[in-house]
C-alpha cells in the first residue's frame, strides 16, 4: 500500500509540474510575441543611427535594449516535455536552497517505457538527493543528474550528491532518517520495485561524503514484484 501510495504522490506531482511548465512556456510565448512586435520599432531606431553613422549612439542603444530586455532565460533540459518539466521544478528547489546542480538529461520526446515509471524513479532519486543536501552541515553542497539512452531500449540514470553524517543500512535495505522505526525508505523501495518490472538494475554507493545511486532500466518487463 504505501509503494502504491508513492507512486500516486509522484504520478500527481508529475502531472502539476507539466502544468505549470505548460503556463511558464505560454508566458514566455505571449513575451517573445511582444518583443517581436516591439523589434521593427527598435530596428527603424537603429537603421536612423546607422545612416547618421552613430556608432556610439547604436551601441548605447543596444545595451539599454539588452539589459532592459524582459525575455525569460529558460534551459531546456531535454526533449521529453514531461520530464523537462519535473526537472525544471527540482533544479528551482536546489537553486533556492544554494545546493550546486549539473543536470544532463539525454532523452528523446518519445521513451521506450512510460514516461510516469521514469518519472517517478527520476523524481525519487532527486528527491532523495535534495533531502541529504538539506540536512548537510558542513562542506559543498552539490547534485549531478545524467540521464541518458543506452541504446533504443534502455535508460540509464546516475544521480550523485553530497551528504554528512552516516548512512544507516541494514543488509541492502537504505535505512530512511525521515521515517519512525528501521525502515527503508518509501523512495528507494519504489525505485527498486519499478526496476524490477522493467527487467532494470539498482545500484546504491556512497563514499567520502559522496552518495551515488544508478538505474538501469529496460523496455522488457521483468518479473512481477
Known amino acids: 500500500k504505501l509503494l502504491i501510495a508513492e507512486r500516486l504522490r509522484m ?14 512556456l505560454q508566458n514566455v510565448i ?3 510575441r511582444k518583443q517581436r512586435h ?18 556610439n549612439g547604436i551601441r548605447d542603444y543596444v545595451d539599454d535594449y539588452l539589459q532592459t530586455s524582459q525575455i525569460e532565460s529558460s534551459t531546456i533540459l531535454c526533449e521529453n516535455y514531461a520530464l523537462n518539466a519535473l526537472m525544471q521544478y527540482y533544479v528551482a528547489q536546489a537553486h533556492e536552497a544554494k545546493i550546486s546542480t549539473d543536470i ?4 528523446p520526446s ?7 515509471d521514469v518519472a517517478s524513479i527520476l523524481g525519487n532519486l532527486v ?9 548537510q552541515k558542513t562542506g559543498h553542497k552539490f547534485i549531478n543528474v545524467k540521464v541518458n539512452m543506452v541504446d533504443t531500449s534502455m535508460i540509464a540514470m546516475t544521480v550523485r550528491n553530497s551528504y554528512s553524517g552516516m ?5 541492502d535495505a537504505f535505512i530512511s532518517t525521515k521515517r519512525e522505526g528501521r525502515t527503508e ?4 523501495a519504489s525505485i527498486r520495485s519499478i526496476a524490477l518490472q522493467y527487467g532494470g538494475m539498482t545500484k546504491f554507493t556512497y563514499n567520502k561524503n559522496i552518495f551515488q545511486a544508478s538505474v538501469l532500466l529496460t523496455s522488457e518487463k521483468g518479473p512481477t514484484p
Open 11 to 24: 504520478a500527481n506531482l508529475h502531472l502539476l509540474m507539466q502544468r505549470k511548465e505548460y503556463g511558464r
Open 30 to 32: 505571449d513575451l517573445t
Open 38 to 55: 516591439d523589434m521593427r520599432q527598435q530596428l527603424s531606431v537603429i537603421k536612423g543611427l546607422a545612416e547618421q553613422r552613430n556608432l
Open 104 to 107: 544532463v538529461l539525454d532523452l
Open 110 to 116: 518519445q521513451l521506450p517505457l512510460p514516461e510516469s
Open 127 to 135: 528527491e532523495n538527493a535534495l533531502h541529504a543536501c538539506n540536512n
Open 167 to 171: 548512512i544507516i543500512r541494514d543488509g
Open 185 to 188: 525508505g518509501i523512495g528507494i
